[in-house]
């Protein structure tokens, strides 16, 4: 199994511009998470999703961050629109369920200026 | 949710055990302790997990003792390699809510 995969692997974008970060599961995998990591605050769960259910979401920012799981291979995280503050390392992870292990992606680092 | 404390930095040589210990005083009737390893500009990778006891694997052991308020991640004989931020979660594997990061452990191991 190739793993969580993420997409890109770097994104650099100004202020104001929609940047969305893609993620695919582990095959066979219900859970989906994800997390933001900065050196302030560490790693933050932002959403996650069984079943392609969002299930807690509490951890998302604000408005602006908006995250779809349209099938139980494909995530998308969606910031419109960007501010800098949002500069961060974003990992998706996915488990067989809600309460197993995580498999983390490679992460997406995102910069924005 | 049970909070976690651990130490923020260790340092370490090589060959020598090191031991990560994680305090988490609150811990639940159903809660489980998962430990988990994260490489520079790598998302975490899971090491070991384990409710009573000890657990053991072919990377590392863990320690929980009867009171279950603490845990202790063991390395054997730790390489350069190992030098990585280790995190302690609690929580109900069952409920889903094993899902909070604390600060974990920077450990530097030295030539």
């Known amino acids: 199994d190739a793993g969580v995969i993420q997409s890109p692997r770097h994104e650099v974008t100004e202020m104001g511009q929609e940047v969305t970060l893609r993620c695919k599961p582990i095959?066979?995998?219900?859970?989906l998470f994800w997390y933001r990591q900065t050196m302030m605050r560490g790693l933050e769960l932002l959403i996650y999703?069984?079943?392609?259910?969002?299930?807690?979401d509490s951890g998302m920012p604000e408005d602006r961050f908006s995250a779809k799981m349209p099938n139980a291979s494909f995530s998308t995280l969606k910031i419109q629109p960007s501010e800098p503050r949002d500069s961060a390392v974003y990992f998706c992870?996915?488990?067989?369920?809600?309460?197993?292990?995580?498999?983390f992606g490679s992460g997406t680092r995102l910069t924005v200026v | 949710l049970a909070k976690t404390t651990q130490p923020i930095s260790m340092d370490s040589y090589e060959g020598q055990e090191v031991n990560i210990t994680c305090s988490h005083n609150?811990?639940?009737?159903?809660?489980?302790i998962t430990w988990y390893q994260q490489f520079p500009s790598q998302g975490p990778r899971f090491i070991i997990q384990?409710?009573?006891t000890k657990v053991t694997n072919e990377v590392a052991s863990l320690f929980i003792p009867a009171d279950r308020k603490s845990s202790t991640l063991s390395l054997p004989r730790v390489s350069l390699s190992d030098t990585a931020v280790y995190y302690c979660?609690?929580?109900?594997?069952?409920?889903?809510?094993?899902?909070?990061f604390g600060g974990g452990t920077r450990l530097m191991v030295k030539p």
């Open positions: 992870a996915s488990s067989p369920g809600q309460g197993e292990c995580y498999t």
């Open positions: 095959s066979g995998h219900n859970s």
């Open positions: 999703f069984n079943n392609n259910v969002p299930i807690d």
């Open positions: 609150n811990i639940a009737t159903n809660d489980y």
């Open positions: 384990g409710y009573k």
């Open positions: 979660l609690v929580g109900d594997k069952n409920a889903g809510n094993m899902l909070t």
